[in-house]
């Protein structure tokens, strides 16, 4: 797949097959997002790769967190137009996955799957050095995470970029052994995706490019 398809083609999986990733396949998706650009070459982003019994007994500390009512760490508040696009994309994902308004129980088993890594076999953490808070860590950190999820791609794998996989950081520190110094910046599910699940084939919508850009000089 040439670069351009698979810019235009990535888009986040939310189901995934249980066919485990092989370490040499991860190893090498992430060999190659180290050639990620960075500020004066910081390289800040430092990886941990979860699967297995790990995984499973963060995720069911996050699900028994969750379900006790605890609110997860949210980094971000949206207003205007940008949570007017959050809040289109959760109607886009609701209607192609039949979950009614009044459905509190399947709106919770969705809001679950987040916490749940969607499932995948593996889960990517990405963490920063506390110490480059206010830095263009944040930056160089989402740089790297779109070169490997695109990376990924080029082996049949797909991701979900998420927060949620991040949403009780003394849970993942737990059982990751991650440092109390370290914070950490997001989670990407991975695995092969499982193309008969409704929300698989969402292609969530994007502005026009006269929208967006403004153009001076030409």
Not at 83 to 96: E, K
Not at 159 to 169: D, K, L, R, S
Not at 194 to 205: R, T
Request: charged letters at 25%.
């Amino acid at each position: 797949m040439d670069i351009i398809s698979a810019i235009k083609s990535r888009k986040s999986i939310r189901a995934f097959l249980p066919d485990p990733v092989p370490q040499a396949i991860i190893r090498e998706i992430i060999g190659t997002a180290l050639r990620t650009p960075s500020a004066v070459n910081t390289q800040p982003w430092e990886i941990t790769v979860i699967s297995g019994e790990i995984k499973n007994k963060i995720i069911s500390e996050n699900i028994d967190r969750l379900l006790s009512g605890a609110n997860p760490k949210e980094r971000d508040s949206y207003e205007g137009i940008y949570r007017q696009r959050r809040v289109d994309l959760a109607i886009d994902i609701f209607r192609i996955m039949d979950i009614k308004r009044e459905d509190k129980e399947k709106r919770r088993d969705w809001l679950m799957r987040g916490f749940r890594y969607f499932d995948a076999p593996v889960a990517i953490i990405i963490s920063i050095d506390k110490s480059l808070a206010g830095t263009f860590a944040i930056f160089d950190t989402g740089a790297f995470t779109q070169t490997l999820c695109l990376a990924a791609m080029h082996h049949g794998l797909s991701t979900c970029i998420e927060a949620q996989g991040v949403g009780y950081p003394d849970i993942v520190k737990k059982h990751t052994g991650i440092s109390e110094d370290k914070e950490l910046i997001i989670a990407i599910a991975l695995g092969y995706p499982d193309q008969g699940f409704p929300a698989n084939q969402l292609i969530s919508k994007r502005e026009s490019l006269d929208d967006v850009v403004t153009w001076l000089g030409f």
